[in-house]
């Protein structure tokens, strides 16, 4: 352990520093609560490191020594093959991040190597629900030592390590530091619809390589559903020869992706969707059907149709089916899905009607709890552990079955109060395309916040809603907290992404950075999550990720090179302070269907696709703009540079429109940055007109309005949203300007 360290930096006081250090030393980040005793001056720590999710205690003196070229791991006891992989693929990472070669040597003592000692318990079964993951590290110029509980510590060592090294004008360097670490929760998961929009196997192992390096440790892939089957079924081919469209996973190649995921201590967790959203396996099978003749020409029955839960044959089918896949998937754990089954299905289908009232299921849930039970039983005699949606809370499932929490924390608290395990993903649904900010602001254990957008998802995102949808729309009386019991049997949460509206060549950017603060969330205890430092800290870890090879800023510049080929600069410009509208308001097809329209497939190639939920360019304009008002007058110039690009490039981009149909539909949002942009000027004594006060608040007020139009679930189906289904993101910085309150009067 190293000791000695002139100065300990508090964990909190590190992740501000590096904030503040991020965005050019500008101070424009408060510091953290009154509370923290920290003197202020420790938030200017020089080149604090940013590691990402924040560890448990990271103590450090901001110093740093020249990064060597020669490592030699000394391996305590020795290494599995899994862990040799991990160790190469670390050499790999720090040559990357350093810009020069790094080189390992794994056996013998060479003085002229740095020294890196690994010390770890081996695991009978790796990965698994019950691996090990805390670690130990120590870190200076004389050598590092890794000591982990298990081989996932050590891959997060090795992990904290690589952030731990940055790059200076003199060449890479790394921290010292000294790190005690363990994850706040077991369950840190990423669930990835692959249904709707398929995704390339590189694609997947370019997520999963990023899942490592913050420390997630299960990938959950929603592998059917009502618009494709994505896996080879040998007792079932037709699944994969009319279900798949031609895009779908061998047995191969699912076996090998298992493989990859493992060696970087991520579970792969799969689910196939039963009895509702099942259009997908009733097209390849119809004899399974709830209602036939199959509607194959309503967009909206690829979410409706279900299985008939009355038809002996289906539980053979669902009974081989699951067989075959969890032979394929070794993770005790196996998702059913069990969600949003349209009640129409069975109550409008006669012969089904007739079995309810003939085996006396009262209700259409009564009839799903009876499916549920059934298939759980199947799989429980294989060996998993059953998990779904929360819609099957109505049935008596076996123990241990696993809860995922999606429609609200008084279904987190039901399942708890059952004795059922937890997974909470409701309020970390990123397909929502909120910014970061807000998921992080949310705990897992939080029974207050996101209750009534919770409810609204359950009622509004299937078209008829879920089974048990409620038929009052006032909105539920507030959770208790959960006791001290109920908070043990919360494994943890999962982020979400559904890809109505996400293809491939968007995968990345919509995952990314944003996965990369809900990861914190899951690992890192609340006093270590920081909202104010985020931005900055996630700018890092952005940059570094997409170094180590994703492809989020790739991506995007690519699809924007698609809509103004050779022109993309006026575009960026735009794209830099704008965001895509929020809460499924930019899914059209889904406001279709419940508008009861004729819904039509959803063109993916509009600046609304490309636009970020966040912008680092908006956070770090408006964080200057309240320091500024606050007293920072130095700030002035680079608020007028900013705001003059801003205001110049409505121009710009409407000679490019011109030539670009694609970008057409952006126009007005050039139009309301460029307005926003010469209000802040205006404020800041540039180029004012005669009553530029009134016509910035106008301005201001047609901004926010357009956001509200799609802040909340709530209001989304039934207000008109802005063109182009853009919104701006300097408006808090814009209003801090023109109001000033508290701070200068300028002439």
Not at 129 to 142: C, F, N
Not at 289 to 298: E, F, G, I, Q, W
Not at 315 to 335: I, K, N, Q
Request: proline content about 8%; charged content about 20%; glycine content about 6%.
């Amino acid at each position: 352990m190293i000791k000695g360290f002139s100065i300990r930096i508090g964990l909190r006081v590190l992740a501000a520093g590096c904030a503040i250090g991020v965005l050019a030393s500008l101070g424009a980040y408060p510091a953290p609560a009154k509370a923290d005793t920290t003197p202020p001056a420790a938030f200017n720590a020089p080149r604090s490191p940013v590691i990402m999710p924040a560890p448990n205690t990271l103590q450090t003196d901001g110093s740093a020594f020249a990064l060597p070229a020669n490592w030699q791991v000394i391996w305590q006891n020795p290494p599995t093959p899994l862990l040799t992989r991990a160790t190469q693929r670390f050499a790999n990472r720090m040559s990357i991040v350093a810009g020069q070669a790094v080189t390992l040597e794994n056996a013998g003592k060479d003085k002229d190597t740095f020294p890196l000692h690994i010390q770890y318990a081996r695991e009978a079964t790796f990965p698994a629900p019950t691996m090990r993951e805390d670690y130990t590290l120590d870190v200076g110029p004389d050598g590092i030592t890794l000591t982990a509980q298990g081989p996932a510590g050590v891959l997060h060592g090795l992990a904290s390590i690589v952030q731990l090294v940055r790059r200076e004008a003199t060449g890479p360097v790394m921290a010292q530091a000294h790190i005690q670490d363990s994850p706040r929760f077991a369950w840190r998961g990423l669930m990835l619809d692959v249904s709707r929009h398929f995704m390339s196997i590189p694609t997947i192992e370019r997520q999963l390589d990023a899942m490592e390096m913050v420390k997630l440790n299960v990938l959950h892939l929603h592998l059917s559903d009502g618009a494709a089957f994505r896996v080879e079924s040998r007792h079932y081919p037709r699944l994969q020869k009319i279900s798949s469209h031609g895009q779908y996973y061998t047995q191969a190649e699912i076996r090998n992706l298992v493989q990859y995921a493992a060696d970087r201590g991520v579970r792969i967790v799969p689910e196939f969707d039963t009895p509702g959203h099942s259009f997908a396996m009733l097209l390849a099978y119809p004899q399974y059907a709830s209602v036939l003749p199959m509607n194959t020409t309503d967009r909206a029955e690829i979410n409706r149709a279900a299985l008939d839960p009355t038809n002996p044959a289906t539980y053979t089918f669902v009974r081989g089916l699951y067989a075959e896949m969890s032979a394929l998937f070794p993770d005790p754990v196996f998702h059913i899905g069990g969600d949003e089954v349209v009640a129409k299905q069975w109550t409008l289908t006669p012969r089904i009607a007739h079995y309810m009232q003939a085996h006396h299921f009262a209700t259409p849930a009564d009839l799903q709890a009876s499916f549920t039970n059934r298939v759980a039983q199947m799989l429980k005699a294989d060996g998993k552990t059953v998990m779904g949606w929360d819609e099957i809370l109505a049935a008596s499932v076996p123990p241990h079955t696993i809860i995922e929490s999606w429609r609200g924390p008084a279904n987190t608290a039901k399942a708890a109060e059952t004795g059922l395990p937890v997974v909470v993903s409701g309020p970390y649904y990123l397909d929502r395309l909120l910014p970061a900010s807000a998921y992080y602001e949310t705990d897992p254990l939080d029974t207050r916040k996101d209750a009534a957008e919770a409810q609204a998802a359950a009622q509004t995102t299937g078209p008829g809603g879920t089974i048990a949808a409620p038929t009052d729309t006032k909105p539920e009386a507030p959770v208790p907290p959960l006791t001290k019991q109920q908070k043990t049997l919360i494994l943890g949460a999962e982020g979400a992404l559904w890809t109505e509206v996400v293809d491939e060549d968007m995968l990345d950017a919509r995952l990314w950075p944003r996965m990369a603060a809900v990861a914190e969330r899951f690992w890192s205890t609340p006093q270590n999550c920081v909202p104010q430092t985020l931005y900055g800290r996630l700018a890092v870890t952005r940059d570094k990720l997409d170094l180590l090879g994703l492809k989020s800023q790739e991506d995007a510049n690519a699809l924007l090179e698609r809509l103004a080929a050779g022109e993309t600069q006026a575009p960026h410009v735009l794209l830099s302070a704008v965001s895509p509208i929020r809460n499924y308001a930019h899914n059209h097809e889904f406001l279709q269907i419940r508008h009861k329209q004729t819904a039509t497939e959803q063109d993916l190639n509009t600046p609304a696709d490309i636009a970020s939920p966040d912008s680092f360019e908006a956070e770090k304009f408006n964080a200057e703009a309240v320091a500024f008002v606050n007293g920072k007058v130095e700030l002035r110039p680079e608020l007028e540079r900013q705001l003059t690009i801003w205001a110049d490039n409505d121009a710009a981009f409407n000679q490019v429109a011109a030539r670009h149909a694609a970008l057409t539909p952006a126009l007005a949002a050039s139009a309301r940055l460029a307005a926003l942009a010469r209000a802040g000027l205006a404020a800041l004594g540039a180029e004012r007109t005669p009553g530029w006060r009134e016509q910035a608040r106008e301005t201001l007020d047609a901004a926010r309005k357009d956001i509200t139009a799609s802040s909340s679930i709530h209001v989304v189906t039934n207000t008109p949203q802005p063109a182009g289904d853009l919104i701006q993101r300097i408006v808090p910085g814009v209003e801090a300007l023109v109001t000033r309150e508290g701070g200068l009067t300028l002439p």
